[in-house]
């Protein structure tokens, strides 16, 4: 159990467009998702906190007109970059927060590796 | 403020044991994890321990805690090549607070 989906794993698009990613808890509901950005051969850093049904919270120096989060329903969060540039470029993972656990722990998403041209 | 650090490398033979360590610095936390990112994957999660705990065994797996030290290491017996892998460090006050990751020990595997 505890399965997290994103989609799409891999996005190559063009400088000045959007891109939206979707992160979903399969098997379970999550009240609060989060954003990590990881850039190559480094670790993750944290990027926003989701919570459904409020605004997200971002960390500091991450720009919230940049990047758009909505978590709408207890399953999904979205992730839209937009006006997406090359240094945009990375590896996005959310993790997911069990609304119900025995445990408190996060479940990651396999990550979603966009690349802006 | 908070801070996970690892050592960026380590190679091991093929059936010795692996030994990781890491060091944190918030006396707050609450839960330690050791998460493994195989090329282009996600994360993981391998194993956790709560700061009241002194060791967890899983398997191959063993996690020593040192809270005085704020120091926690995993072990991995009789390494495999498909252990190649990327191993981070976290920890957390609560679940619901942010991770904050170690850069990563990048585990190599020679025959």
């Known amino acids: 159990g505890a399965v997290v989906s994103q989609h799409p794993s891999r996005v190559i698009c063009k400088s000045g467009t959007s891109v939206k990613i979707e992160c979903r808890s399969l098997d379970f509901q999550a009240t609060t998702m989060f954003w990590y950005r990881q850039f190559p051969k480094q670790s993750l850093m944290l990027m926003a906190t989701?919570?459904?049904?409020?605004?997200?919270?971002?960390e500091q120096g991450v720009e919230k007109d940049k990047f758009l989060i909505n978590h709408a329903s207890l399953t999904l969060s979205t992730l839209t970059v937009t006006s997406a540039h090359p240094e945009d470029s990375s590896f996005y993972i959310c993790?997911?927060?069990?609304?119900?656990?025995?445990?408190?722990?996060?479940?990651f998403g396999p990550g979603t590796r966009l690349t802006v041209l | 403020g908070e801070d996970v650090e690892q050592s960026l490398f380590l190679s091991v033979r093929e059936g010795d044991s692996s030994v990781i360590n890491c060091t944190y610095t918030?006396?707050?936390?609450?839960?330690l994890y050791w998460y493994k990112q195989e090329p282009g994957a996600g994360l993981q999660l391998l194993t956790y321990i709560f700061s009241n705990m002194d060791m967890k065994q899983d398997q191959r797996l063993t996690v020593l805690l040192n809270k005085k030290d704020k120091h926690l290491s995993l072990r991995i017996a009789d390494t495999q090549t498909g252990d190649s892998a990327i191993y981070f460090c976290a920890e957390t006050y609560s679940s619901a607070s942010k991770i904050i990751f170690g850069s990563g020990t990048r585990l190599s595997i020679r025959p």
């Open positions: 993790s997911a927060l069990p609304r119900v656990a025995d445990t408190d722990t996060q479940y």
């Open positions: 989701s919570n459904e049904g409020s605004k997200a919270t971002y």
């Open positions: 918030d006396s707050s936390s609450t839960y």
